[in-house]
């Protein structure tokens, strides 16, 4: 019958989300008006939810210096990784380097890592205090020319694969978004070891503070994330000009 004050609601099953309740003329799902002759058709739109964790946080991934991959190799590894490779090994960085004694007569000091923490925010307050800290830190950091301590900038980088409830035109849909690069700059000061230790390079930041906007209070997300890197600053030592950089460090590990 035509008038007004009619409403549609539904209970989705379980592990579905309504996201959308439009109708046809216009009218809100909770007051439709219907005029005499009109047919209004109403429309709930339902999204499945996606398999996350119960908790993965913190991410640290330590971090060694960066070599070029074996393309034409010229000698055989022992057993049982008996794979071919390539003698002598070539750092990436064109700028930078660590102490190895049996390199450049310095003692081994480089430990580095880069860590990523979920940062809850609070519901009951209007701020959006969610976010991800990030923290690096790099000792014994030196200029490859000289070996003397590296005062300028480093640049931390990750590939994200974030996969949240932040996508579509009302922000409220589950996707997946496309593979995507996020930068972050480390600082370094000398140190005054002498020349037994090289510089430190070290940050205490977040996602927000790079990124304004990057982690939303209440979407939860996830972060798929590929190894860390850690490129010089080229020649100017400058992490946002990146036309020289060059790779100086990557995610591993280290077997004494």
């Known amino acids: 019958m035509p008038g007004s004050g009619y409403s549609l609601s539904e209970s989705p099953s379980n592990g579905w989300q309504q996201i959308s309740a439009t109708c046809s003329d216009g009218s809100p799902v909770t007051n439709i008006d219907i005029?005499?002759?009109?047919?209004?058709?109403?429309?709930?739109?339902?999204?499945?939810?996606y398999p996350r964790p119960k908790g993965a946080t913190p991410l640290r991934a330590s971090l060694v210096p960066a070599f070029t991959p074996c393309t034409t190799p010229n000698r055989v590894h022992g057993p049982s990784l008996e794979f071919p490779s390539c003698s002598v090994p070539s750092p990436t960085s064109s700028q930078l380097t660590v102490g190895t004694p049996d390199t450049n007569g310095r003692t081994a000091s480089m430990n580095?890592?880069?860590?990523?923490?979920?940062?809850?925010?609070?519901?009951?307050?209007?701020?959006?205090?969610?976010?991800?800290?990030?923290?690096?830190n790099i000792t014994d950091i030196r200029r490859l020319s000289d070996l003397n301590d590296y005062t300028g900038e480093l640049q931390g980088t990750v590939t994200l694969r974030i996969t949240d409830r932040l996508n579509g035109p009302d922000l409220n849909e589950v996707?997946?978004?496309?593979?995507?690069?996020?930068?972050?700059?480390?600082?370094?000061?000398?140190?005054s070891g002498g020349g037994n230790l090289g510089a430190t390079c070290a940050v205490a930041t977040s996602a927000d503070a790079v990124l304004p906007g990057a982690?939303?209070?209440?979407?939860?997300?996830?972060?798929?994330?590929?190894?860390?890197?850690v490129f010089d600053g080229g020649a100017d030592n400058q992490a946002s000009t990146h036309g020289d950089n060059t790779l100086f460090a990557r995610q591993g590990i280290f077997v004494p």
């Open 175 to 191: 996707g997946t978004v496309s593979d995507v690069p996020f930068d972050f700059t480390i600082p370094c000061t000398a140190t």
């Open 112 to 136: 580095g890592s880069v860590v990523f923490s979920a940062i809850l925010g609070a519901p009951g307050t209007p701020a959006d205090e969610a976010d991800v800290g990030i923290t690096a």
């Open 215 to 229: 982690v939303t209070e209440i979407k939860r997300t996830i972060w798929e994330m590929g190894d860390v890197r």
């Open 35 to 49: 005029a005499p002759g009109e047919s209004v058709t109403c429309t709930f739109v339902n999204q499945h939810g």
